[in-house]
């Protein structure tokens, strides 16, 4: 049996993690739509060593980012914790969100094409909106003694709306579990050998199609 001290030793990580979530996202979103920025800097440098380490750092920094937020969101794939804590009910949609931005850049050309861009962009500004509404209107609002931000916690606030909040986080769960195994799976896929290249490693000649 979990010890009091424990049990709010526990809240206090958990909702510090969920405080955090809306600085990193903030981030997450100001370093993906500062591309074209990032993009005008690299012409002024004189160095073309200098603009590769500036692009090498955004993104890497961009990515990191993104990635912080989707490890962060896994409190909300557990079910205790999304019951017992004043968390944004949408919370773990939107590390899916996060996951799937990764996704793409896994297995798209990225910032390459045009259309992937749009599509991370898309999913970064969704996973955003739904971590800081619920956040900012639900989560923030418990504190406050009104009628309006009572009804809006019920609503917006995992503990207080435990159906929809566990509806939720195996949602969620499973969204990012299939994304998981797409991934496992183009990994497996690239790092496997084709036919072609490997009758070239072997010094014969590959078969025509």
Request: net charge positive; charged share 10%.
């Amino acid at each position: 049996m979990d010890s009091p001290a424990f049990g709010a030793a526990e809240q206090f990580i958990e909702g510090t993690i969920a405080a955090a979530l809306v600085a990193l996202w903030l981030l997450a979103v100001a370093l993906h739509l500062a591309r074209p920025y990032m993009l005008a800097m690299t012409r002024k440098f004189t160095l073309r060593l200098g603009a590769d380490l500036w692009w090498t750092i955004y993104v890497g920094m961009r990515d990191v980012f993104l990635l912080q937020v989707f490890l962060g969101s896994f409190i909300f794939f557990y079910p205790d914790v999304v019951k017992n804590n004043d968390l944004p009910i949408t919370g773990g949609l939107a590390g899916a969100a996060a996951f799937a931005v990764l996704l793409i850049k896994l297995m798209t050309r990225g910032d390459s094409s045009p259309r992937s861009f749009q599509l991370q962009t898309m999913l970064i500004g969704l996973g955003a909106t739904l971590y800081l509404v619920p956040y900012f209107l639900g989560s923030q609002m418990t504190t406050v003694a009104s009628s309006y931000a009572t009804q809006l916690s019920s609503i917006l606030v995992s503990s207080q709306n435990q159906t929809w909040a566990l509806v939720l986080c195996y949602l969620s769960g499973a969204m990012v579990g299939v994304m998981g195994l797409v991934a496992v799976a183009y990994n497996l896929r690239m790092a496997s050998p084709s036919p072609r290249k490997t009758e070239s490693a072997a010094g014969l000649p590959a078969a025509r199609s």
